[in-house]
């Protein structure tokens, strides 16, 4: 069960860094680029999910 909720986190990880990134591009901007601010913290959020995600998966094998 715990490695389901590791994967997990790491697609949730993958999405948010995802929308973070594209709206963080000026021409793409799927939520308008509306916070500049929020969209580094989504990124830099998202890494650190994925980190720690990966981190807790390889620690359970």
Same mark, same amino acid.
């Given at each position: 069960?715990?490695? +389901?909720?590791?994967?997990?986190? #790491?697609?949730?990880?993958? #999405?948010?860094?995802?929308?973070?990134?594209?709206?963080?591009?000026?021409? +793409?901007?799927?939520?308008?680029?509306?916070?500049?601010?929020?969209?580094?913290?989504?990124?830099?959020?998202?890494?650190?999910?994925?980190? #720690?995600?990966?981190?807790?998966?390889?620690? #359970?094998?």
């Amino acid at each position: 069960m715990p490695k +389901i909720f590791c994967i997990l986190g #790491l697609a949730v990880a993958g #999405l948010i860094g995802t929308i973070s990134i594209l709206d963080f591009i000026p021409g +793409i901007a799927p939520f308008g680029g509306a916070s500049l601010l929020m969209d580094i913290t989504g990124i830099l959020g998202s890494g650190a999910l994925a980190y #720690l995600s990966w981190s807790t998966l390889r620690s #359970l094998k």
